[in-house]
């Protein structure tokens, strides 16, 4: 009898928590629908004013820390697996980046891409290659390359050499080419090398 007065007069039995759960995934679903994933920028606000960056942020930190499992249950982790959850960037952004560079791979046989090189989707995978070379050497802050991504990395051909250092090889190559068929190094200016390097 209480029970039915209390839902005549509108009493609602979800925790604000849950409530709140409920408008902050229903916003991400949308957020999911128009951009086919999950990855907002931190302070992402949607257009009824949810900050639903921060929110996914937020989660992601719960659910790397363990904190709040009442919260941020089984159930609404898969919940939020079926929607593109992205728990870890950094992770998501190098599997995107080197799709994009197995693309280029399949196209041209090569990773031979100028640094400012973008992929038809906008993704500057030339500085992206460049970064993992410098990353690979412990030239760059961040997180190390795992041998796996190095050795994904080698599946489609990539040369751990600097743009500089590739250049240098292959203008010795050519010397040592030049000096091996005239016996010295006095190259003339007009010269072309057989790989047409002058």
Request: aromatic share 12%; with cysteine.
């Amino acid at each position: 009898e209480r029970i039915r007065k209390l839902n005549q007069i509108g009493m609602v039995w979800e925790s604000s928590r849950d409530l709140a759960w409920e408008r902050y995934f229903n916003e991400a679903k949308k957020y999911y629908t128009r951009h086919g994933n999950l990855n907002t920028a931190a302070n992402m606000v949607t257009d009824s004013g949810v900050r639903l960056g921060a929110w996914i942020c937020q989660l992601r930190t719960c659910r790397k820390s363990g904190i709040k499992k009442a919260y941020l249950s089984e159930e609404r982790i898969r919940m939020l697996d079926e929607i593109g959850m992205i728990w870890d960037v950094p992770d998501y952004l190098w599997e995107e980046n080197f799709a994009e560079c197995m693309e280029f791979y399949r196209e041209h046989g090569n990773l031979d891409i100028p640094n400012g090189y973008c992929s038809p989707k906008g993704l500057k995978i030339g500085g992206w290659l460049r970064r993992q070379r410098l990353l690979r050497k412990g030239q760059s802050s961040g997180t190390k390359l795992s041998r796996e991504q190095i050795t994904r990395l080698d599946s489609i051909g990539m040369v751990w050499k600097t743009k500089p250092e590739q250049q240098w090889e292959k203008g010795y190559t050519e010397a040592k080419a030049y000096y091996e068929a005239f016996g010295n190094l006095n190259v003339p200016v007009s010269y072309v090398s057989p790989s047409d390097i002058n």
